[in-house]
């Protein structure tokens, strides 16, 4: 009980000096900093996700469900099939000849 009261004493000046805590306008500056940190902290991490998802090519229309994703994976088929013997090269170049021109619009 005493060492308790002691130490009450003994930090009495300060809070009288010092006055409580959160006292005037400069605590404004505590939130306005978490604020900053977590807007600087999901811009770095969001153009990071961003930019691998654009070389894993999800991202921008550019994946499996975009202009460009349906072609690549008919084409990826399309190796897959020649791969296996099921085509010839003949068929197989004819084909990849129309899925390109269709991937450019051409067709």
């Keep these: 009980m ?22 005037g306008w400069w605590w404004i500056f505590i939130p306005i900093f978490w604020i900053l940190v977590f807007v600087l902290l ?17 991202y921008g229309g550019y994946g499996p469900w975009g202009p460009r994703g349906a ?15 099921d085509i010839d090269e003949q068929e197989y170049r004819a084909r990849l000849e129309v899925l390109r021109a269709n991937r450019d619009g051409t067709a």
Excluded: D, I, K
Aim: include cysteine; glycine fraction near 12%; proline fraction near 6%.
């Design 2 to 23: 005493l060492s308790t009261l002691a130490t009450a004493v003994a930090a009495a000046p300060c809070v009288v000096a010092y006055g409580p805590p959160f006292v």
């Design 71 to 85: 072609t690549r994976s008919a084409e990826s088929t399309l190796a897959q099939r020649y791969a296996n013997g």
């Design 42 to 58: 999901f811009g770095l991490l969001g153009r990071r996700w961003r930019r691998a998802a654009a070389e894993r090519g999800g």
